[in-house]
T-cell receptor, first 117, second 113 residues
């Protein structure tokens, strides 16, 4: 079945550094991937839609210069949190679906726990 | 995207059947109903998906009435490991550009001995 892999699973870094998170579709090509953020005891919130070969679409209130998204290939999307600060600490999750098959659900990565000191 | 409403929390004992109902009054013709399970510090895991009537797989059943304005996830004989948050979502799964899932608050299920 469709598998989405996310890396790293846990990141701890100092305030002001930039952090890159990778999302890969392992056995299918994904023209579209989605990035979510989840704070403790809250639901997932969609941050942006990553489109292969074009600019990402950001949800209202999400700073595109803060959260850089690159979808350079059909199996890889990256989210870079630039100049991270403690308020950026959260659980980041990506998802994708196999567009080549009908009625297929979104599959999610295992998430990346980002802690900014 | 259709908005969903489900109970915030439910409690159950081990071995019981658990039914979680979700309301989606504004579901569109092309929308499918999908349920996910999420454990702490993990991404949501696909449980089951359906369009109408009943769908069953090895872990759950999904009941969808004719008007499709609600759906019920049925977990038979739950165990302690079924303690998790369960999300009900609706969307057009066949959208060529993919579709973003609008997560509601989910239902926090607690299973106790």
């Amino acid at each position: 079945g469709a598998v989405v892999s996310q890396h790293p699973s846990w990141v701890i870094c100092k305030s002001g550094t930039s952090v890159k998170i990778e999302c890969r579709s392992l056995d299918f090509q994904a023209t579209t991937m989605f990035w979510y953020r989840q704070f403790p005891k809250q639901s997932l919130m969609l941050m942006a839609t990553s489109n292969e070969g074009s600019k990402a679409t950001y949800e209202q209130g999400v700073e595109k210069d803060k959260f850089l998204i690159n979808h350079a290939s059909l199996t890889l999307s990256t989210l870079t949190v630039t100049s991270a600060h403690p308020e950026d600490s959260s659980f980041y999750i990506c998802s994708a679906r196999d567009p080549g098959q009908l009625n297929q659900p979104q599959h999610f990565g295992d998430g990346t726990r980002l802690s900014i000191l | 995207l259709a908005k969903t409403t489900q109970p915030i929390s439910m409690d159950s004992y081990e071995g019981q059947e658990v039914n979680i109902t979700c309301s989606h009054n504004n579901i569109a013709t092309n929308d499918y109903i999908t349920w996910y399970q999420q454990f702490p510090s993990q991404g949501p895991r696909f449980i089951i998906q359906g369009y109408k009537t009943k769908v069953t797989n090895e872990v759950a059943s999904l009941f969808i009435p004719a008007d499709r304005k609600s759906s019920t996830l049925s977990l038979p004989r739950v165990s302690l490991s079924d303690t998790a948050v369960y999300y009900c979502l609706v969307g057009d799964t066949n959208s060529n550009s993919g579709y973003a899932l609008n997560f509601g608050k989910g239902t926090s299920l607690l299973v106790t001995p």
